[in-house]
């Protein structure tokens, strides 16, 4: 039973830790990424459909994303969802394709996106203490003898160093991107 609970808490943090990257993923460092766009739905034939399933989205250059639409006829629409998706990106129509230019980032908005990153991983080790408490909870319902209810509790602490830890990286990389010019 104590194995089962370690599992399915070590299970949770896992999904925080990747719930975090997928964050910090939609906070640009000044380069263009695909990724950028994954939130943009298109009204494609009355349905919303994600971006990525009616046209494909390549880096041409370091700062620019080309958008080539499967179906020419959705250009319009394309452009009209990335607009509504206030991702502050300006599209260019060319008839063919749509290309948006990735704007230079200045030190103030630099620093400002380093600290949505911490916030965004300030609340990532909030989830992981809910995780703990909850877990020393469940240790202590299953009422074990006091030594196998320690090494419980201390198997999860261990397990919640470990992943602070990771965040903690996580947090210091995106850092690093965002103040690399």
Known sequence: M??????????????????????????????????MLDSVKVNYYGTDTP??????????????LQIKPYDKSCLSDIEKAIYEADLGLT??????VIFISIPELT???????????????????????????????????????????????NEVQELINKYNKQVEDIAAEKEKELMTI
């Open 91 to 96: 599209p260019n129509n060319t008839g063919e």
């Open 2 to 35: 104590l194995d089962d609970i370690l599992l399915e808490v070590e299970e949770k943090m896992t999904k925080s830790i990747e719930s975090l990257k997928d964050r910090l993923t939609n906070i640009r460092a000044g380069r263009a990424n695909p990724a």
């Open 107 to 153: 030190e103030d908005r630099r620093r400002e996106l380093v600290k949505q990153a911490k916030a965004m991983s300030e609340e990532a080790k909030i989830a992981l203490r809910n995780i703990r408490q909850d877990a020393n909870n469940d240790i202590k319902r299953l009422e074990l003898n006091e030594d196998e209810e320690k090494y419980g509790q």
């Open 51 to 64: 971006l990525n399933q009616v046209a494909n989205i390549s880096v041409p250059e370091a700062r620019k």
